[in-house]
């Protein structure tokens, strides 16, 4: 376990690795659940949740040019494994980390589809595909929450490695998703759509994450 009170000489307004990283966490949760899509002229607005949502609704999604939609659920997703890894980095085996493991599981699951759409039977059973990704997703992170003990013996700057590897996909992914559903739109509705507030929150919480990641590696011991 890293100290979470170790700052770095150069660490900004005095704020600890473990601080940029939770700041960033609390930003990207918020964000998710802001304006991430907006067609001014058309009165559309879609938070982060709702995106996946509208892209089926878009030509290029039925023809698979767009990729496939579930990946606007990789922000929860990702964030619920982030958290649990900084969980094992400043408490590995006390109360709070558990705790905080349970929430980045809960976090996780706002990915998980809504029940009525689920396979109950052998109809809706062929399209358990669509989800995949998304059981995939959510049952990594479930792992990861019950493999603590397993977790905490691993070197932390493999931990901080793997927080800020995942803090660049989650930013970069999305964002691509984002400019080819934004070109789509462009081109059948005639409407120029503007990234919104929650879209920007997002990016930022990942550089925050990000730049955590960093202080937290020139903050740990060669050797760990």
């Keep these: 376990m890293i100290n979470a009170q170790d700052k770095p000489k150069s660490a900004i307004l005095a704020f600890s690795w473990s601080d940029w990283m939770m700041l960033g966490f609390v930003l990207m949760l918020v964000g998710y659940f802001l304006p991430w899509f907006k067609l001014p002229a058309a009165g559309l607005t879609l938070i982060g949740i709702d995106i996946s949502e509208w892209l089926k609704f878009l030509p290029q999604f039925d023809t698979g040019e767009l990729p496939n939609r579930n990946w606007f659920y990789l922000p929860p997703i990702c964030l619920g494994g982030m958290l649990i890894l900084w969980s094992v980095l400043v408490d590995a085996n006390g109360r709070r980390g558990w705790i905080m493991s349970g929430v980045g599981l809960l976090i996780a699951l706002i990915a998980f589809p809504a029940l009525e759409v689920l396979p109950i039977n052998a109809e809706k059973f062929s399209k358990t595909g669509e989800w995949l990704f998304r059981f995939i997703g959510i049952g990594l992170v479930g792992l990861l929450a019950l493999g ?38 462009i081109f059948w509705l005639r409407l120029t759509p503007n990234p919104g507030v929650g879209f920007l929150l997002h990016m930022a919480a990942a550089l925050l994450i990000f730049v955590g990641a960093i202080l937290c590696w020139r903050s740990s011991q060669p050797n760990v």
């Design 148 to 185: 603590r003990p397993l977790l905490s013996k691993l070197p932390n700057r493999l931990l901080v490695s793997l927080i800020a590897v995942t803090a660049l996909i989650v930013a970069g992914l999305p964002a691509w998703l984002l400019y080819l559903s934004r070109s789509a739109y």
